[in-house]
């Protein structure tokens, strides 16, 4: 996993200013909650006095309150209150937690996790389609038990909807299958490649939602380590995109948050039926992937026989790659180790800048550069 990339934590409603919200990413535990001005704020989960979960604690004005011994703690880490130091007593200098910038859009609270300063981070994917009109875009929000490289590989590979999606496809029955020449291009962040499929019309319940085979125009790209967009032109003006939001929760669960746009069938009626065929759609990919194994893709690409068509995800590899040399990826072997023995925090901007803290940073894999 790794560190220095924005992820989603939760939807913006799930954020209150009545009770910390305790959501798990890159293995590490969060509490999230809004300060009194109604802004989402996000903070390491483990109090530095004895190590008890913020999360459950409560919201007091603009600070979290430790549930153990009351101390409290603002958006910005720093603890503002010691109840048994006395009325007067000042909390010391090294009575801080990690405290990370937090950005709300397209409905979903996005944390960055990383230490890396405001001008050097990586952008949050962005949604064009959010608020314009003629789009109508939903939230659909699911878990896999998988690690994350592998969950991501599935949205960016063209030769699979053919076996997979029976919704979609062919399911392996069109002998005239060929996959086209694939152009991928490097953007900052990722990478981006489209291809035209066939599709059949959906069946059954899912009828009027998709009635007729089309000739469809597909493009994918990441963006990050754990963002994808998959856009599908059905026919001129009627396109459907998901733009998906992976959060690793830990190296072998996911958690998926996937905003849905379309052009098409724009009354709210179809939002319920779209997403019944996103999940019948993630549901053919979950059982697979799932199953992968080994769960991480293997360390060097000559464990496994990569084709043409997997060259946006021979891409992907070397982005991770890249990123990693750069220090970013956490030692998940060395956590795993300590796991119940240490605490760790994943590393906020603050510690380019300050010293002094309780815990431990996550470990990570030394980078090369
Ligand atoms: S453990 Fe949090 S205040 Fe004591
Ligand atoms: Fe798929």
Redesign the pocket.
Not at 49 to 52: E, I, V
Not at 68 to 71: K, N
């Given at each position: 996993m790794l560190i220095n990339f924005w992820y989603a934590a939760a939807y913006s409603e799930a954020v209150t200013a009545d009770k910390p919200l305790k959501v798990k990413m890159l293995g590490q535990h969060f509490a999230l909650y809004r300060d009194s001005k109604g802004v989402a704020r996000c903070v390491s989960d483990i109090?530095i006095?004895?190590?008890?979960s913020l999360a459950g604690g409560k919201i007091k004005g603009d600070c979290i309150e430790?549930p153990?011994?009351?101390?409290q703690f603002n958006g910005d880490g720093a603890c503002t209150k010691i109840p048994s130091l006395g009325i007067d007593g000042k909390p010391p200098a090294r009575a801080k937690i990690d405290a990370y910038p937090v950005e709300e859009r397209y409905g979903l609270v996005h944390v960055f996790l990383g230490d890396l300063p405001a001008e050097e981070r990586p952008p949050i994917m962005e949604i064009p389609e959010w608020d314009q009109e003629g789009w109508r875009c939903i939230h659909l929000e699911y878990d896999w038990k998988t690690n994350w490289e592998r969950s991501v590989e599935a949205g960016l590979d063209p030769a699979h909807a053919e076996f997979v999606h029976t919704g979609m496809k062919f399911a392996g029955s069109d002998e005239e299958y060929i996959i086209p020449e694939l152009t991928v291009e490097r953007t900052e962040w990722g990478a981006q490649q489209s291809f035209d499929i066939k599709t059949i019309a959906a069946r059954g319940d899912l009828e009027h939602v998709k009635p007729e085979a089309a000739q469809v125009t597909a493009f994918a790209s990441f963006h990050g380590p754990t963002c994808t967009e998959t856009r599908l032109t059905l026919a001129p003006g009627q396109i459907v995109i998901q733009y998906m939001f992976e959060t690793p929760i830990d190296e072998f669960h996911i958690k998926k948050h996937l905003v849905s746009a379309r052009t098409v069938n724009l009354d709210p009626g179809f939002d319920k039926p779209t997403n019944q065929m996103n999940l019948f759609v993630a549901e053919e990919d979950r059982v697979i992937i799932e199953e992968v194994d080994p769960a991480i893709y293997p360390e060097s690409n000559t464990k496994e026989l990569l084709v043409p068509a997997d060259k946006q995800i021979a891409i992907y590899r070397e982005m991770i790659a890249e990123w990693e040399a750069r220090g970013w990826r956490i030692d998940t072997r060395q956590v795993a180790a300590d796991r119940g023995r240490i605490g760790y925090a994943i590393p906020c901007p603050a510690r380019r800048t300050q010293a002094n803290w309780t815990l431990d940073s996550t470990p990570m894999l030394p980078g090369k550069e």
């Open positions: 109090c006095h004895r190590s008890a430790c153990y011994h009351g101390w």
